[in-house]
């Protein structure tokens, strides 16, 4: 069972940034990819950022140019660092590991609130 431990979120005006770090009990290069997803009241999980075991990476339209996510592989950690933050951005954000051969494993979650 891999765990994935969330830290970073909290409350910050509009405008202004938050960095998310994920940390993985094991290799991340197990994963098909590293992800954040948010999901907001009364709204459907989505994908925010991921970053593929060759370090690719891919954006939601929405979050293009303010969200940045990285990864150290020694470390086995997934970074999201989110600047200009806006009152859109408000959700929960879960990190994930999806796409190896065990399956996809989510962290708990942590609750992002933007003020406007």
């Known amino acids: 069972q891999v765990q994935l431990v969330e830290s970073g979120g909290g409350l910050v005006q509009a405008g202004g940034s938050l960095s998310l770090s994920c940390a993985a009990s094991?290799?991340?290069?197990?994963?098909?990819?590293m992800g954040w997803y948010r999901q907001a009241p009364g709204k459907q999980r989505e994908l925010v950022a991921a970053i593929t075991s060759y370090g690719s990476t891919n954006y939601a339209d929405s979050v293009k140019g303010r969200f940045t996510i990285s990864r150290d592989t020694a470390k086995n950690t997934v970074w999201l660092q989110m600047n200009s933050l806006k009152s859109e951005d408000t959700a929960v954000y879960y990190c994930?590991?999806?796409?190896?051969?065990?399956?996809?494993?989510w962290g708990q979650g942590t609750q992002v609130t933007v003020s406007s």
């Open positions: 994930a590991a999806r796409g190896g051969r065990s399956g996809d494993y």
């Open positions: 094991e290799s991340i290069f197990r994963f098909n990819h």
